[in-house]
């Protein structure tokens, strides 16, 4: 029997390549059954959701889409849902019901990745395979290396097919999408959830310029949800911000010109695994 092998597809360009390499892969075809995951948190761009569908229909891949479904009772873990391409959600209420249940998240407190994007995944493989021990692939590549050390120590069994076996860089991967009739269409900037904490300031004024209704919904939750019991404030952004203050700092810088360098720092990428670093 075939071992179960989880791909986490996060929608990004490389995690896409990551799959197609495996999917392409005799040798793994023949040790295990690939499942393809998906995590969606309601904060992912449009363009992520109609790139990961163009995958399913341009190679053929059967993606189990799955989102989170908080347990509000104290003590009960959130479990997974499967949703699809027409059903997920579109305006963040994975991660509002989320934060309504664990307040903001933070640089500090990325509860998000472990509820939006780990407990779904594991109670998926719970249902699945009646275990969270397998197998999983994900899609780091050999220029990405600093991001591998908290996901080797975890209990999970992970593979980076882009460092051991398929040995990539970004431009490898930009390369192969360049032959592809179809592409991302995304901005390094608006990938993962468009507004993440983990991107630098000059990613979040252009995604704030680019998408303020993203920032909006960030900014709802910090009124309802931006309080703990104790009466401290969590901010979301780093620096003890929050929404108001980016929209502060933009408007003193003013439009930001579409030269501007984007890639200066700041631990969110493409993609976003949820065993990544």
């Known amino acids: 029997m075939k071992k179960p092998l989880l791909i986490s597809f996060s929608g990004g360009r490389t995690s896409a390549y990551m799959t197609h390499k495996l999917m392409s892969d005799d040798e793994i075809l023949r040790e295990f059954q690939p499942h393809i995951v998906f995590a969606n948190t309601g904060l992912e761009h449009p363009k992520t959701l109609n790139f990961i569908n163009q995958c399913e229909k341009h190679f053929g ?136 904490f983990q991107k630098s300031d000059k990613k979040l004024l252009k995604a704030l310029q680019d998408c303020p209704d993203y920032f909006d919904l960030i900014e709802q939750m910090e009124q309802e949800f931006g309080i703990k019991s104790d009466g401290q404030i969590v901010h979301f952004f780093r620096g003890n911000r929050d929404v108001a203050h980016l929209r502060a700092l933009f408007d003193e810088i003013g439009s930001l010109p579409k030269s501007l360098n984007l890639f200066d720092g700041g631990a969110c990428g493409e993609s976003c695994e949820f065993l990544g670093a």
């Open 61 to 196: 891949w059967d993606v189990v889409w799955l989102e989170a479904v908080v347990q509000p009772e104290k003590g009960k873990g959130t479990q997974h849902k499967i949703v699809n391409y027409s059903s997920a959600s579109r305006c963040g209420e994975p991660f509002f019901d989320v934060v309504a249940k664990y307040t903001m998240p933070n640089v500090k407190f990325r509860h998000c990745t472990r509820e939006l994007k780990q407990a779904p995944i594991f109670s998926y493989c719970r249902e699945r395979f009646g275990a969270v021990n397998i197998d999983v692939a994900i899609g780091i590549r050999t220029d990405e290396t600093r991001r591998v050390s908290q996901a080797r120590n975890n209990k999970q069994r992970v593979m980076y097919p882009l460092i051991d076996r398929y040995p990539t860089d970004k431009q490898d991967v930009l390369d192969f999408w360049a032959d592809m009739p179809f592409d991302l269409g995304l901005p390094e900037y608006l990938g993962n959830c468009v507004p993440c």
